[in-house]
């Protein structure tokens, strides 16, 4: 295939040279061509005339590359020209072979004609690789000389700077020089290997349109490595691209899985900083790092790893760590890559799950890692020395999956594992997973490593999240899964306790399931929902990921789990804190052992909270002092359970008109057998009747209750819709301001339109937009068609104290301290 003449151009910048169309406004050519030139002129014969361009890449450093790139203010040539166009693929020498047949089309100054005007010149020639080996250039030698010497005694090729370099049809190079010593007889060319290896021209390839792919200017051997990658590729992005949900509980015992493309959703990550030693090794531009006592802001993924070549990623149980990397693995093999990771152009994924790996002993050498990467490929011949090619040559990337799925025991001689590899690879890429418990901070920064961590969802991640997985489990063909969807979209937003729980990508999959498998009737299914996700991470989750627990501490039942979990939670609640230091907890734990003989067996109070936080994934640790609940709904629903089983029910109706108790005393009622409720519930409407100045409050929260509470006697049910009767909905004006001052438990009693007459529909729009939660939102759009002036009018008054961007901050900033 030789090339295009209409991708043939001719750059005008500090000096006049040639340039190849990679794309219709993306040209290629020699950067001492354009020198100083901010904006230089090109032009393709038969195309759309001279175009101004912008010079987005250059580098000319007078020995290995002298290569720009220039994006024009249009494109070079008509759309018909452009449509013509064929895929391009770089060629890259891996040994040192002579390459006959190749070829360069520019524009020498020689080959103009008697009225000056501009024509090509063919140059045929061998690319040898060989040759000018030191200074990294190649040099392609003419079969035919060289023209003659112009007057001045400069280059005969003057002007075939620039000229792209073809062997076979690809594209191996740039041409950049005539060292005179040869008689002009050769021409030197930067390889197109040298642009490979810089992740800042891969990048702007890739903004400018042109997606970079390569294949080698091969032996026979090379030939068969070739073959093997595409396989291995394939087979990576076949393994790599399905996600699986594990541990859902569903009523037709239906596993999930679904298209990584379809599904996959890119999450924020923080953090972005390194150790002091990290300077050339966790990102390629040092300078652009952020201050040392900088907070940098939240990025998504593919923004925040833009060209980090190591990072240590941190993320709470189910925050999505393993599907992060299976969207590198994937992306990687395919060659897909968004611009900022330009970086990992040309490399090939290979992840290695530490929680498989520990378990046969000794951690793999990197001639092993295909066996656990790709078992089935490992034996071709190919295979053979491969990795440890790819490795040295910086073109594999290591997915180093759950250090924390490692037990403590075997952390140390991982370290030792993971640095033996960077002291002998050190210019492959790496990421590296794990909880942050399991690991202190800065547990490889001395390597350079940049330490991100995972954030909880946004609303707007949790929305899209849900239409995401609606799509993929085929609500677009399936009228009532799309109702599920539109539902629990609404939900998400009007129901706190909902929204409070949908935090990270494994809760938000256990509440889509959990509503598709109640056919989208979740309102009353928040107890169940908390059972299921606690099932998950204390039993399910591990055991049908592989995990051996029993090797890092005492291997526990999940119901001596969930005392224990109690314990610690229903102290938190007590004394109204949401952390706590680790030497009390583990005084909590060591009271409670005498009363649990089978669990005091098994260990020390300290073993079995160090096994709790590194495996339940509801206990972290902030600091190393410290200990706290992922999830504040975790720690009211373990601790109402506790509060529960101590009769504990003075407690908490003394405490029931704190907003921090009202989630306790919900899921109370919910936990409690059907006498229990009744007491309790029968407390609070007496606690309410008795001081007036919190009576709507504890008769509001009472109703709330309800939603919770299976079975109630039916004279309690009574007497609960009686007092709330009196206050919902508002009659007027004055009741609504009073019921409003009961805070967001409202929300969730408040009637739509149909039914109201126009003065309670107005009470209705007043009392909730004076609450002024976010939550807020969906019932007041129920009212935007109300034909009544006055509701209209609230609506219009109140609806710009609901901006996206400052409800969505402040959802954050909760979600952060209650996640």
Not at 79 to 85: C, D, I, Y
């Amino acid at each position: 295939m030789h090339p295009a003449k209409e991708r043939i151009a001719a750059v005008f910048g500090r000096s006049q040279g040639s340039g190849y169309l990679l794309a219709p406004n993306l040209v290629l050519t020699a950067a001492h061509v354009i020198g100083d030139c901010a904006h230089p002129r090109v032009i393709v014969p038969g195309g759309t005339g001279q175009v101004r361009c912008k010079v987005v890449w250059s580098r000319d450093d007078n020995r290995r590359c002298d290569v720009a790139l220039l994006v024009g203010e249009r494109d070079l040539v008509p759309e018909e020209a452009a449509l013509s166009f064929e895929p391009l693929v770089w060629g890259r020498a891996y040994d040192l072979r002579v390459w006959p047949g190749a070829q360069a089309v520019g524009f020498p100054h020689v080959q103009r004609d008697a009225a000056g005007e501009l024509d090509t010149e063919q140059v045929v020639g061998s690319l040898k690789p060989g040759s000018n080996l030191l200074s990294g250039r190649h040099v392609l030698d003419s079969e035919h000389g060289a023209p003659l010497p112009p007057d001045d005694g400069g280059s005969p090729w003057a002007g075939m700077s620039g000229a792209a370099v073809f062997v076979d049809g690809l594209l191996a190079g740039v041409v950049c020089a005539d060292p005179a010593g040869w008689r002009h007889g050769r021409l030197t060319v930067t390889p197109s290997a040298t642009l490979w290896q810089d992740f800042a021209f891969l990048s702007a390839c890739l903004l400018a349109g042109h997606k970079p792919e390569s294949r080698s200017l091969a032996s026979p051997r090379q030939l068969e490595i070739e073959a093997f990658e595409r396989r291995l590729r394939d087979y990576v992005v076949g393994k790599s691209g399905e996600l699986t949900i594990i541990g859902l509980t569903l009523s037709d015992g239906e596993g999930e899985t679904w298209p990584l493309d379809a599904a996959y959703l890119s999450l924020e990550l923080t953090g972005g900083g390194t150790g002091p030693a990290g300077a050339g090794q966790g990102r390629y531009e040092p300078g652009e790092w952020p201050a040392e006592n900088s907070t940098p802001s939240p990025q998504r993924a593919e923004e925040a790893l833009a060209g980090h070549r190591r990072v240590l990623l941190r993320g709470a149980a189910g925050s999505g760590k393993t599907t992060l990397l299976q969207w590198l693995a994937t992306i990687t093999a395919r060659g897909d890559l968004p611009p900022g990771l330009g970086h990992l152009s040309g490399c090939l994924p290979l992840t290695l799950p530490l929680r498989t790996l520990i378990r046969r002993g000794e951690l793999p050498q990197p001639e092993e890692f295909l066996a656990t990467a790709a078992g089935p490929l490992a034996g071709l011949p190919a295979a053979q020395g491969w990795v440890t090619r790819r490795l040295t040559e910086g073109t594999a990337l290591l997915l180093i999956d759950g250090v924390d799925e490692v037990p403590e025991a075997d952390r140390r001689r991982t370290l030792i594992w993971v640095k033996d590899l960077l002291a002998a690879y050190p210019d492959a890429r790496y990421v590296i997973t794990t909880r942050p418990s399991a690991v202190r901070e800065g547990w490889l920064a001395d390597t350079g490593f940049t330490e991100l961590e995972l954030l909880p969802m946004s609303r707007g991640d949790v929305i899209s999240f849900i239409d995401r997985w609606h799509d993929a489990a085929g609500a677009r063909h399936h009228e009532p899964l799309r109702a599920f969807r539109d539902a629990l979209t609404t939900a998400v937003v009007t129901k706190r306790d909902l929204g409070m729980l949908a935090t990270n990508p494994l809760m938000c999959a256990l509440i889509c399931a959990l509503n598709r498998s109640r056919k989208g009737y979740l309102p009353h299914g928040r107890m169940e929902l908390y059972r299921a996700a606690l099932e998950l991470l204390l039993v399910r989750r591990d055991r049908e990921r592989g995990v051996v627990t029993g090797g890092d501490g005492p291997e526990l039942e999940h119901a001596q789990q969930v005392a224990l979990l109690q314990k610690i939670a229903y102290w938190l609640i007590r004394n109204g804190r949401s952390v706590i230091e680790w030497h009390k907890a583990v005084e909590i734990l060591d009271r409670a052992l005498p009363a649990m003989p089978a669990v005091a067996a098994r260990g020390s109070a300290e073993d079995i909270l160090r096994h709790l936080v590194l495996r339940s994934g509801l206990l972290r640790r902030p600091t190393t002092e410290t200990l706290d609940f992922i999830h504040r709904t975790f720690q009211d629903y373990l601790g109402a359970q506790a509060a529960v089983d101590d009769w504990d029910f003075d407690v908490l109706v003394n405490h029931a008109h704190d907003s921090q108790w009202e989630d306790v005393l919900r899921m109370a009622v919910g936990h409690a057998p059907p006498r229990a409720r009744a007491e309790l519930l029968r407390m609070l409407l007496e606690r309410g009747d008795k001081e007036p100045g919190h009576r709507a409050r504890l008769h509001l929260l009472a109703a709330a209750c309800l939603e919770h509470a299976t079975e109630v006697d039916w004279e309690v049910r009574a007497r609960v819709e009686e007092a709330v009767g009196e206050l919902v909905p508002p009659r007027g004006l004055e009741a609504a301001r009073e019921l409003a001052a009961a805070g967001q438990v409202v929300l969730d009693l408040l009637p739509g339109p149909e039914g109201l007459t126009d003065e309670v529909a107005h009470a209705v729009v007043v009392t909730a937009t004076m609450v002024a939660a976010e939550k807020a939102r969906p019932l007041l759009s129920r009212y935007v068609d109300h034909p009544h002036p006055q509701v209209r009018a609230q609506l219009a008054w109140a609806w710009d104290g609901f901006e996206t961007a400052s409800c969505e901050s402040a959802d954050r900033a909760q979600r952060r301290d209650e996640a």
